[in-house]
């Protein structure tokens, strides 16, 4: 059986979308399928799939238009727009019998026609999050629409009835994120509360930055890169000067960050769809202090503490809470059900049944 996703920044950004295609891609070869990720940078190192590389060029510095945005005609929709154009003749020939979607935008609406003329099977992961690019996502009417949660789940059979909603979570790979193995020299006062993800308003890190001042020992290393790159520096230099530091590391080396750390942070908006960073985080064997919400509850278990992180004061507390609570092996116990292996069973068995 033939599979293909299809990935705009694959090649060109690591992130959560990214992850979880070339993660699942290369199971899926070691479980016998033939898979190729299209995708608009060059081969990721380490793959075991076939890429097929469109390469259009990109102005990082590009910031989208709100408005545009909200109807696809900003810069970013339209580039994966004909990304997806560009390859539809390629799949077409191809007929790969099941296509797994990895943006939204225009390219679910592309793929779902395409599949409808050959007979293909579209999948789209709702790696969005709750909002409006994952209502447009299903109603391109997916085959079947994978919630990443249980709290997305529901939203989705809500959203769109017609469609067929399955869950199956994001995962991690429990060989490479665990406890012993190389750490960072961080050169900072310990212990470390580490937080991973873009620098972007999403993930919230100033307040992680705002709460700190309150947390009475400790550093804050950020690991990720992102616009706001400038003003959490400044923030930070002159809120907990001495106590703070940004890194942007490769991603074959993100697991050295985690295993560096006493503790991991995450902040992020109640909209984000996800959070691998967190499972990585727990396979190095550290507790978790997140944002109050269903998502994050669901995630990280019993191997951490929800907080509203908009709440300073509440938030320190979390943090100091954790550090001084003694957490043994859960956060290891915890992710063991979010193993890629396991997942992409799952997937498999999802396979299966169209």
Request: proline content about 5%; aromatic content about 12%.
């Amino acid at each position: 059986m033939k599979i293909a996703f299809v990935s705009f920044y694959n090649g060109e950004i690591f992130r959560g979308v990214e992850t979880y295609v070339h993660e699942l891609a290369n199971r899926f070869v070691d479980m016998g399928y033939e898979v190729v990720v299209y995708q608009n940078g060059p081969k990721i190192p380490l793959t075991k799939y076939k890429t097929k590389e469109i390469r259009l060029k990109i102005d990082w510095n590009k910031r989208p238009s709100k408005f545009l945005k909200v109807i696809y005609f900003d810069y970013w929709n339209l580039l994966v727009g004909k990304f997806t154009l560009k390859l539809a003749i390629s799949i077409f020939n191809e007929k790969p019998k099941i296509i797994i979607s990895g943006n939204g935008g225009w390219q679910p609406a592309i793929l779902r026609i395409i599949t409808w003329l050959y007979g293909g099977k579209l999948i789209i992961s709702s790696q969005a999050g709750i909002g409006f690019d994952d209502i447009n996502n299903l109603f391109c009417f997916p085959n079947v629409f994978v919630a990443i949660s249980t709290y997305a789940q529901m939203w989705a059979k809500k959203i769109n009835p017609l469609v067929r909603v399955e869950k199956i979570s994001n995962g991690v790979d429990m060989q490479k994120f665990q406890p012993k193995g190389e750490k960072l020299d961080i050169n900072l006062p310990s212990p470390i509360i580490l937080s991973v993800g873009a620098l972007t308003q999403m993930k919230r890190h100033e307040l992680s930055i705002k709460a700190f001042l309150m947390v009475k020992k400790g550093s804050l290393l950020i690991v990720g890169q992102g616009e706001l790159y400038e003003y959490l520096t400044k923030l930070a230099k002159q809120m907990i000067p001495g106590r703070f530091k940004i890194l942007n590391l490769p991603y074959k080396e993100i697991d050295k960050a985690y295993r560096s750390a006493d503790l991991f942070i995450y902040p992020t908006s109640n909209y984000e769809s996800f959070g691998i960073s967190m499972l990585e985080a727990m396979a190095s064997g550290l507790p978790v202090v997140a944002n109050d919400d269903p998502i994050r509850k669901e995630i990280i278990g019993n191997a951490g503490l929800v907080v509203n992180p908009q709440n300073s004061e509440s938030y320190a507390k979390a943090i100091e809470k954790a550090l001084d609570t003694s957490w043994g092996n859960k956060p290891r116990e915890q992710v063991e059900k979010f193993d890629w292996d396991k997942i992409a069973l799952d997937y498999v068995n999802l396979f299966k049944s169209l």
